[in-house]
């Protein structure tokens, strides 16, 4: 057998094995279906329109799509729009109701003195085992099987400690103990029984910090006007006294964990029709994503079905393996985008469904699936714009630029990273925002962007000569690194590949292997040819000596 002859045993539908030689054996009239057949399936919408009559379904449905999605996200926006406020402003009122003397510009609340520390425990108490006669809200304490749970006060203590400091002298077991003591609501105290049957004692030596918590119960009501049924919520509240760094100074923070439950027993009076209108767009919703996502799939599937069959055509017209590129070039990126758009927004609004219902509670998770799906479905309608070519032209740049950008990037971060552990073990004890690794990378990225570069110089304490002229050689050649060296290259690599692109559109771009092929097709959409090629031709046809076709 001679090297242009290329043997396959055995195929689909029992075909006999056959030996196939090179191009001068096949069926030109075979080779030019297979062509035409792939220039069809790289046309656009309308183009499939002229060739065959194929009306533009998927270009419609996307459409529509991107019409019902954002409204459905504009709904529930609104619905976790009130959620969110109804915590946010429950929080600032249990801080205006539990801390003595609070205001809204207290950001650094802290006491100083042992009477403070005690006097604030003790209001916070009473005003708890008041809170149905104080709040303006429908609060109410929590009750399991007709039991009120307590008010607990927890200290945190190591477990010996003898300090002296005017001796210079210090005792201390650092193991860390938890006593607690609670009270419930149960009948009202005055100070002086509320105090006594307490026996709340503080040592401040041993002292780490006094957790106070306690649960209140509410019932978000104002979605009621918006007509959609309400949630309760319940409120486990922590009032932490920190004394961790015994500096004479206990800072006080309210902390407030919040779950969403389904009310027991509900009734609003009127008619349920909204909530009905609702739950059937939702359905029509996920019908139109489900109708998407199998066509988007049939797409991606015969994609593939092509791409081996060209594989095969290349292996025998060619005698050659075609490479990676040229069969990414049958995958379709937007479908895959738009599945995973489909998938996301069934997922969302199935549990929609269920929140309007007060089956489930899980706003997060249904917000982060329509809102990551919303995002998606605007994008993948871009792809329609890749059929002119000067509306695409930001796309192309992003595709042809990123392996560049990504390259690039990497070298980037590590020096950013480098950046950032510097400043946070130097800079930390002495700038407020290094304090933390991620404050660190938060502050030193706003100053790449222009932000946070007066504050950061003049925030550095003075009192270190060592300290303050290492700040300043540490900011004077971050700044002109990122802002004037990394970021100008960073934009030349996407303003160059943006004039190649510009290039390529004026003068034509560079055609890989699979396109000069399909170029050679010189029949145009509407010339009736592509009427004949339905779905015929495979790689069993290009072969007209080795079996009959059709």
Not at 34 to 41: C, E, M, Q
Not at 170 to 193: Q, R
Not at 393 to 416: D, E, G, H, K
Not at 539 to 547: G, I, R, S
């Amino acid at each position: 057998m001679s090297d242009g002859q290329i043997v396959l045993s055995g195929g689909p539908n029992n075909h006999p094995a056959c030996h196939r030689t090179a191009k001068s054996h096949m069926d030109p009239q075979s080779v030019e279906n297979f062509r035409r057949k792939l220039k069809y399936f790289f046309m656009s919408p309308c183009q499939k329109y002229r060739a065959r009559g194929r009306k533009p379904w998927n270009m419609l449905l996307q459409i529509l799509k991107i019409a019902i999605i954002t409204f459905q996200l504009v709904s529930f926006g609104l619905s976790n729009e009130m959620m969110v406020t109804f915590k946010e402003e429950n929080i600032i009122a249990f801080k205006n109701i539990f801390l003595k003397n609070y205001q809204d510009r207290n950001k650094d609340f802290a006491l100083y003195t042992r009477h403070e520390v005690h006097d604030h425990i003790m209001y916070i108490i009473n005003r708890y085992l008041h809170l149905p006669n104080l709040t303006v809200d429908n609060h109410a304490f929590e009750r399991i099987d007709d039991v009120f749970t307590p008010l607990s006060i927890c200290q945190e203590l190591y477990r010996h400690a003898s300090v002296l400091p005017a001796n210079e002298t210090f005792d201390i077991d650092p193991h860390v103990e938890t006593e607690c003591v609670s009270i419930c609501p149960i009948s009202l105290y005055n100070k002086n029984d509320l105090e006594n049957d307490m026996n709340l004692t503080l040592d401040f030596q041993r002292l780490l910090a006094v957790n106070i918590y306690l649960k209140v119960k509410a019932i978000n009501l104002q979605t009621v006007r918006h007509k959609e049924l309400p949630d309760c919520y319940d409120f486990t509240i922590n009032i932490k006294f920190d004394n961790h760094g015994h500096s004479g100074k206990i800072k006080i923070s309210l902390n407030s964990d919040v779950e969403i439950k389904v009310c027991k027993d509900w009734n609003v009076s009127g008619s349920n029709l909204h909530y009905q209108l609702i739950v059937l767009f939702d359905c029509v919703v996920i019908c139109s994503c489900l109708l998407s996502l199998i066509l988007c799939t049939r797409s991606v599937y015969n994609g593939m079905l092509l791409q081996f069959e060209y594989i095969t055509f290349a292996s025998i017209y060619h005698s050659k393996r075609v490479c990676w590129s040229e069969r990414l070039e049958f995958i379709n990126g937007w479908y895959i985008l738009v599945i995973i758009s489909d998938t996301l927004t069934i997922a969302g609004s199935v549990l929609k469904i269920c929140i309007q219902s007060k089956e489930l509670t899980n706003y997060d998770v249904c917000s982060i699936l329509l809102g990551t799906a919303t995002m998606l479905v605007w994008i993948g309608v871009m792809r329609y714009l890749s059929f002119f070519q000067k509306y695409y032209i930001l796309i192309l740049t992003l595709q042809a630029a990123l392996p560049n950008v990504i390259r690039f990037s990497l070298c980037a971060v590590m020096i950013f990273l480098s950046y950032c552990f510097c400043g946070w073990i130097v800079l930390g004890p002495h700038h407020e925002n290094f304090r933390s690794f991620n404050m660190v990378a938060n502050c030193l990225f706003s100053m790449i962007n222009g932000d946070e570069v007066y504050s950061t110089f003049t925030k550095i304490r003075d009192k270190n000569d060592l300290v303050w002229m290492f700040s300043r050689m540490y900011i004077y050649t971050f700044v002109p690194l990122f802002t004037f060296m990394i970021l100008s290259l960073f934009i030349a690599l996407i303003t160059d590949t943006y004039e190649t692109i510009k290039h390529y559109q004026k003068h034509g771009a560079p055609l890989s292997e699979l396109q000069a092929f399909i170029a050679e097709c010189k029949d145009p959409p509407n010339s009736g040819k592509y009427m004949v090629d339905k779905e015929s031709s495979t790689f069993w046809c290009l072969c007209a000596p080795c079996v009959n076709c059709t």
